[in-house]
């Protein structure tokens, strides 16, 4: 199972008021994907290692001071890499992968596991390595205030957090970014009638990607897969609206309108899906993946203004 775990352990109704999470459907009654070990980090020094991915940081998410261009921020991890801080070498900047997976959706300002060991707390938009396939000359970055994941011109301004070693619980992104990833299986996707396995992750798909033919609330779409009677195999859970960890895990960077592989056998993809992980920035809003261009953001529960698609977990 190549996803983590998002870290939230609340539930929420769509004007942000607890709710009792058993029976709700949200991402905090079945807490799937990998779980954090306790503790999650342990800090040697200038480093951080993680022990979720295995990944070792930087313990100073802001060393340069302030944020810069892409290809300023390129030049200060060499720089740094020739320091071998930790002992370590290999500095780098992270894909976009690696980054998100700092973010628990537990936390807000920042969206870092609150018992955390790093310099301050990281607040802004980081670069990743990952360029978008959607805007060429643009890169994936990551807001750390929240837990958003969007892109934007190299010669904007963001900070940098480097990154040393390799993960094997996180996938590759699919881009031409250096990544260090899990490699994905060939074909990465069986078709099974009405659903799609995904062999990378082991998560099952409806295979139409749009369960209510059209956008509707957090709360329909919270609904509309509880009462979804498409059969799954014994050994499988009911169906879910997914976290936004196993919606973004089906993303592939290289590809954008949808950002999904080439030869994905699913029908009816649209823009934008509901995920069933709670904004912990506002908790009236509720985490969505932008598949047409691989983006994670956020949307007003009560607005009708995202798709529907469903997962089932082994």
Known sequence: ??????????CADENGNPVDCDGSGQDAEFSPGIRWPEPRFKRDGETVLDRLT???????????DFPLTYEECLEAVREL?????GGCSGWRMPNRREMFSLISFNDRKPAIPADHPFDKGPLGWYWTNTPS???????????TEGGRMFYGRRDGYCLVWPVCGTSDV??????DDTATGAAWPEPR???????VLDKLTGLLWTKSADLTSGPCSWKDALAAVKALETPVPENRSGWALPTIRELESLVDASEHSPALSAEHPFADTREAYWSSTSSS??????????LHKGAVGVGFKKDAGFHVWAVSRS
């Open 281 to 290: 920035f506002e908790r009236d809003w509720a985490m969505c993946l932008y």
């Open 54 to 64: 295995g990944l070792t940081w930087l313990g100073n998410p802001n060393f340069t």
């Open 81 to 85: 890499d020739a320091s071998r801080p």
């Open 170 to 175: 996180l996938a590759d992104t699919g881009a």
């Open 1 to 10: 199972m190549k996803y983590l775990n998002t870290g939230q352990t609340f």
């Open 189 to 195: 996707f069986k078709p099974q009638g009405e659903t």
């Open 133 to 143: 396939a959607m805007q060429p000359g643009y890169q994936w970055y990551v807001h």
